[in-house]
């Protein structure tokens, strides 16, 4: 096939769609490419030649993809595809299926590694192979082999963190709020730290990802909930005897949304250790708004008819937080760090908060600014209207005793 007539000839490598006019070719039996394709519009043919003409062999549509030997095995295409209608392709080339793979969760790129190269093993040793010179930047088989290693490494991690979820080695640290009106504890925002005999402490950023992506995220949560809800049981038993109830605010994953029974199985966990639903604020930030709004609407309304409290964490971040504002059950946002650490210093993080500050005040939400640092930060954020603080400046995160020791000086 010539460059005019061939598609391939005319795609560049970085073009990532490529359009087929209907009954023109994108490749023929015996092509050598690098490249697979998925149909996003129109219909394809898959046609193999024989000794008695051409045999049909597949329709593929939206969604289908074709090309996937050649991606994989680096020999020669099996079929030919021809387009029935005219029809728009997405490119996969092989530098993506490189990148694709590196970036992948080490398990994943492993097993797939092993699985491209068994295909490709399997193709150059089919009697009708028709191995292709590989593209010099192009062929899977010129990068390097995966580190097995690394792979050994995050199942060793992830099977540490499923026995520290069974032997209760995942504690939870709480970090006061206060009211920025006069300095008096509020609450207290309770955070996962895993306390490992061999590893040490392991931070948040790590262990919680990888939970994440062992599916253990979900019995994480359900560990640090228990934990919170005993806190807040005793919090309110040491700071009765003036009639208030300290809050804790708990971080909520997106997975467990997704359970049918979450509000129940809160409820049935507030009633066991003896906490009081008001104490209770759950956490949740934009990514989970955005993954499936109509069931987060549905959790927040039953969450608040038990009397449990939803807050939006990292406001200002996302692209969307205001609609969510009158969208969502929600009883108040946290204004994010990355504004409060510029508060002083850029005119454009003051505007921001100020903002946030005057339109959740007209909505009559609780305002929480996180990572104070400073009594000026403090001056700035009562000024604004802000109701709460959490920083540094009131205190680092800490284990339950030392929280309970720390409510009578604040």
Sequence with gaps: MSGAGNPLGRLGLNDSNLHLAAGETLFQQGDCSDRAYIVESGLVEVVAKTGDGEVVLARLGPGEVVGEMGLIAG??????????????????????????????????????????????????????????????????????????????????????????????ELEVAYQPIVHLSDGRLAGFEALARWHHPELGNVAPNHFVPLAERAGLIGAVDRSTFDQAFAFARDLLAAHGADGGKPFVSVNLSAVRFDEED???????????????????????????????????????????????????????TGYSSLSYLHSFPIDGIKIDAAFIRSLLSNSNSYKITRAIAQLAGALELEIIAEGIESDQEVEVLRQLGCHMGQGYLFGRPMAPEAAIERIPAL
């Design 262 to 316: 979450l509000v129940s199985h809160i409820e049935g966990g507030l009633r066991r250790s003896g906490a009081e639903p008001e104490q209770i604020k759950i956490e949740l930030t934009e990514s989970v708004l955005l993954a499936n709004p109509t069931r987060v609407a549905e959790i927040l309304t039953g969450l608040k008819a038990i009397g449990v409290r939803s807050v939006l964490d990292d406001f200002g």
């Design 75 to 168: 020999s020669g295409r099996s079929a030919t595809i021809r387009a029935l209608s005219d029809s728009e392709l997405l490119v996969i080339s092989a530098e993506q299926l490189r990148y694709k793979l590196r970036d992948a969760d080490p398990v994943v790129a492993l097993l797939l590694e092993t699985l491209l190269r068994r295909l490709r093993d399997i193709q150059g040793g089919s009697p009708n192979a028709n191995p292709c010179e590989p593209a010099p930047a192009g062929n899977l088989d010129h990068r390097p082999m995966l580190d097995p290693h690394e792979a050994k490494s995050v199942l060793r991690t992830e099977r540490r963190l499923l026995d520290a979820v069974k032997s209760g």
